[in-house]
């Protein structure tokens, strides 16, 4: 399980976000092998005035911030990492310094998903490494 927050300036979701979404996909099922029917993505348009960053980033400047339950290897957490960068850059050329992404782990217990809580769901993947 994942779900996925993407801030972003509401100019850049409308030009590039359909390209965004697909990439931060691509990347959930190649790098920790998400099946493909399980997206869940929240994009968070916001105005230049309400969106404060760094002078050193340009508007197309994106936080990720991913929640997924616990149980991934260190490395298979940082191939995501890698995967988004590579993604989102090659679908949408925005650069990875304007690029921030925060994975968030929590137990399947405090989760709840479907009427039960998510160390109850039968998964049809597999989460640990």
Request: proline letters at 4%; zero cysteines; aromatic letters at 8%.
């Amino acid at each position: 399980m994942a779900q996925v927050k993407v801030y972003v300036l509401a100019k850049t979701l409308e030009a590039k976000g359909d390209r965004i979404s697909e990439a931060i996909h691509e990347s959930l099922v190649e790098a920790i092998g998400l099946p493909l029917e399980k997206k869940f993505q929240r994009f968070i348009p916001l105005e230049k005035e309400r969106f404060i960053f760094p002078s050193d980033r340009s508007d197309e400047y994106l936080i990720i911030e991913i929640s997924m339950f616990e149980g991934r290897s260190k490395e298979m957490k940082k191939e995501l990492v890698r995967a988004l960068y590579q993604n989102i850059g090659s679908k949408t050329q925005i650069r990875a310094h304007d690029i921030e992404i925060t994975l968030f782990e929590t137990p399947r217990a405090n989760w709840g998903i479907r009427g039960v809580p998510g160390d109850e769901l039968n998964l049809d993947y597999k989460i640990e490494e």
